[in-house]
C-alpha cells in the first residue's frame, strides 16, 4: 500500500519540477513565442503555467494561443481562474483589471470565525491565501479580515464583529500609473478590486502590480530606437531583424533630409571650411538637448506626472532652459570657434564664433521646444510617445539646427 502512495507522491513532485522549470524557460520569453513554446505541451500543464505567472503575462500568453486551442486552457483550470481569465479579456491591458486574480477566501458577514478556519484549510492547499474578504447578498465588499484577527478571535464570533470595513479598493478600470501612485504609501500585500456598485471582482497582489509596470518601464528605451516591445534576449535573429531593420530603414531616410540640408549650403561649406568641423559640434548639442526634454516628458508622462492642463508649463520651462543652456554652451562653442579660426588665419574668425555661438544657441531652444511639444502631441493624435518620440525629433532637431547653423553663417558672413 506504501509502494504506490510512495510512487505517486514522487510522480507529483517530478510534475511540479517540470512545470516550474518550463515556467523559468517561458518567462525570458515574449508573450507570443511564449505561446508557441507552450502549445506543445498539454492542456493541463500549459493551465498550470499559467497559473504561476504574473496575472498580466499570463493573460497575454493566453491571448496568443489559437482561439480553440485556448478554450481547452481555460477549460483544463480551477473553474475560479477560468472565470477570472475570461472576466479579465474584457479590460484594456494596461488596467488593473486585466491582470486580477479570483478572491478565493470570500465569506457572508455572519460567517464565524470556526467556520471560515474550516474552509480556509482547504483553500491554503490550492492559492496562497492573504486576507479574508466579506461580502453581503449583493457580492458587494463590505469588509476585510487579516489573518492575525482571525487567529486572536473567538471561534463563535462572526467576522463582521473583527472585519476592517471599508477597506481600501481599486476600481478595474483604473490604469496601473494610478493604480501604483495610490498604493505606494500603503504597501499593503492584496488590494481587492471592485466596480462602482462596490461588488468585487478581484484582487491584485502589490508585488504583481509593481512588477507589472518596471517591465513596461524598461520596454521603453528598447522601443524608442524600433526594438519591439516583446523582443527578449532569447527572441530569434529572424524576428529581431524584421522588427528593427524598418526603423533602420526609415532612420537613414531621415538621414537623408539632413544631407540635403548640408547639400543645399554647400557652397557655404565650400567657402568656409571650418564650418564642417562645428557641424557634429552643433548637431550633438542640440540632439542632447532634445533628448533631455524628451526624457523627462515621457518620465512626466509614465508616472501621471503630466496631467491636463500642464503641457504647457512643461514646454516653456524646457524652451527656457533650452536657452539658457545653449547661451552658456554656446558661449564656449564660439570661443572654441574663434579660436580655431584665428589658428588658421580666417579673417572671419570672429563672425565664425559669433554664427557659432547663435546658431547653437538658437538650436537648443528649439530642441528643448520640440522635446516637449513632440510626444504631448503624438500622445494627443493616439501614437505611443515613447514608440515615435525619438526618432521624430531627432530628425527635426538635426535639420533644424543645421539649418540654423548653415543659414546664419551664409546670411551673416
Known sequence: MKAPDRLSASAVAAARAEIRGLLGTVVLRSPREAAGMLARQSDEKISAVLTLMNPAQAQRVLQRLPSERRQKVMAAAAVPLRQQWVRNEAYSKDTVGHMMEPPLAVFGPETTVDEAARELRILVSRAFITYVFVIDENERLVGVVAMREMLLAEGGQQLAEIMIRDPFRLHPDTELVEAM??????????????????????LIRGQMLFEARTVE????????VGVEKEERLGTSWTRSFWSRHPWLQGNLLMGFVAAAVVGY?????????????FLPVVIGQSSNTGVQTLAVALRGMTLGELRAGREGSLVMKETFLGLFNGALTGLSAGVAMFLFAYLQASDDALRL?????????????????????VPIVLRRIGTDPATASSIVLTTITDVASLAVFLGLATWLI
Open 265 to 277: 549650403f554647400q557652397g557655404t561649406i565650400d567657402r568656409l571650411v571650418a564650418l564642417a568641423v
Open 217 to 224: 518601464l524598461t520596454l521603453q528605451p528598447g522601443s524608442m
Open 353 to 373: 564664433g559669433f554664427v557659432v555661438w547663435l546658431a547653437m544657441t538658437a538650436s537648443c531652444i528649439m530642441a528643448g521646444f520640440l522635446g516637449a511639444l
Open 181 to 202: 501612485r495610490a498604493t505606494m504609501l500603503r504597501h499593503y500585500p492584496v488590494y481587492p478590486v471592485c466596480e462602482e456598485n462596490g461588488r468585487l471582482v478581484g
